[in-house]
């Protein structure tokens, strides 16, 4: 029992990182592009979550 809960923490350090990460990267592209920033980083927003829980959902099936 305990060794899931190991596993679930470690896997939302995962996720947690990786949206970091894509948002960071995300955010970047937004500041060097012409778009509106702020409609631009909120779809950044919404594009690294979608990512994260279809990457969650992978994690599940293995």
């Known amino acids: 029992m305990r060794r899931n809960k190991k596993v679930s923490e470690k896997r939302e350090d995962v996720i947690r990182k990786d ?11 937004c500041v060097n592009s012409d778009d509106d920033i702020e409609e631009c980083i909120k779809s950044c927003r919404e594009k690294c ?10 994690m599940d099936s293995y």
């Open 19 to 29: 949206v970091e990460e894509c948002l960071i990267r995300c955010e970047q592209r």
């Open 49 to 58: 979550m979608e990512r994260a829980m279809k990457r969650d959902m992978l």
